[in-house]
Nanobody
Framework: VQLQASGGGLVQSGGSLRLSCAAS????????MAWYRQAPGKQRELVAAITSGGSTNYVDSVKGRFTISRDNVKNTVYLQMNSLKPEDTAVYYCSRPTRDWGQGTLVTVSS
């Protein structure tokens, strides 16, 4: 199993980034996928998840700003992040919940 995350970087407050996670080694389309993040000195938290049927849920702090989506042909899950805030700064991880983790991609939002 591989989960290859990309798309992180440095962005100013109010800016946007799109994270991508390319999955392989398992039947992507039948699995719930998720994005987590871990900020310095804090515990890892669930940011967003999407089921095989396309249902989504978000942590309250990103509702209305972030959108999770998936492409079952490309075996890829995305996280569109708009109106970014400095408190969104973290390493973002792609996950097949309870089973697999990607390597993480750093998002830094400057004020």
């Amino acid at each position: 199993v591989q989960l290859q995350a990309s798309g992180g970087g440095l962005v100013q407050s109010g800016g946007s980034l799109r994270l991508s996670c390319a999955a392989s080694g398992f039947m992507f389309r039948v699995n719930t996928m998720a994005w987590y993040r871990q900020a310095p000195g804090k515990q890892r938290e669930l940011v967003a998840a999407i089921t095989s049927g396309g249902s989504t849920n978000y942590v309250d702090s990103v509702k209305g700003r972030f959108t999770i989506s998936r492409d079952n042909v490309k075996n890829t899950v995305y996280l569109q992040m708009n109106s970014l805030k400095p408190e969104d700064t973290a390493v973002y991880y792609c996950s097949r919940p309870t089973r697999d983790w990607g390597q993480g991609t750093l998002v830094t939002v400057s004020s």
